[in-house]
C-alpha cells in the first residue's frame, strides 16, 4: 500500500456521478503520466477510508520493462540486471538540487508568497532545469503539483 506519508492533499474534489464515475482533473493526469484508456490499479485503506490509485505498470521491471527475474522493492518491481546496474551506479546520474533561496522558503510556508514572484522563480527554475519533474518543482518552491500547473498557466 501506498504510504500516507507520500501523500499530498491537492485540494481538488469531484462529484461522483450515477453511475459511479468521476473526471480524474487533467493535472492530476499529466503530472502522474496517465493517458486516456490506461488502466490503473486502486489501493484502499478502510480504517482511515483511504482510495488512491496509481498507474498500472503490470508485473514487470519499473525502469526497463522486463518480466525476466523480478524482485520487489518499494512498492515496485526491479529486474535483476536493473538492480545490478543500479548497485554498479551505470547509467546513474545525480540531478543537482537548486539553492532555494531561504527567504523564498520562509516566505512560501509563511503566507504563500504571491503568484508573481512564484511565476518568477518556476520561470527561472524552468529555464535552469528544463528537464525536471513538476513534481521536483513543486519540492523546490515548497507548493503542491497543482499549484505548479496553475503557475504555469500564468507564465
Known amino acids: 500500500m501506498i504510504g500516507e506519508g507520500h501523500l499530498k492533499n491537492t485540494g481538488m474534489t469531484r462529484p461522483l456521478d450515477t453511475l459511479g464515475r468521476i473526471v480524474i482533473p487533467k493535472e492530476l493526469r499529466t503530472s ?10 486502486f489501493y484502499l485503506d478502510v480504517e482511515t477510508g483511504l482510495l488512491s490509485m496509481r498507474k498500472y505498470i503490470g508485473v514487470c521491471c519499473h525502469l526497463c520493462h522486463s518480466v525476466q527475474d523480478l524482485s520487489y522493492f518499494r512498492h515496485s518491481f526491479l529486474c535483476k540486471k536493473c538492480i ?56 523546490w518552491l515548497g507548493v503542491s503539483q497543482s499549484r505548479i500547473s496553475q503557475l504555469k498557466k500564468l507564465l
Open 84 to 139: 545490478q546496474d543500479l548497485k554498479g551506479n551505470i547509467e546513474v546520474c545525480s540531478v543537482p538540487v537548486p539553492a532555494v533561496n531561504e527567504a523564498v522558503g520562509k516566505e512560501n510556508s509563511l503566507n504563500r508568497s504571491s503568484s508573481q514572484h512564484l511565476v518568477e522563480h518556476l520561470r527561472r527554475l524552468m529555464r535552469e532545469y528544463p528537464t525536471a519533474q513538476q513534481g521536483e518543482y513543486a519540492e
Open 32 to 41: 502522474m503520466g496517465i493517458q486516456a484508456g490506461e488502466s490503473l490499479e
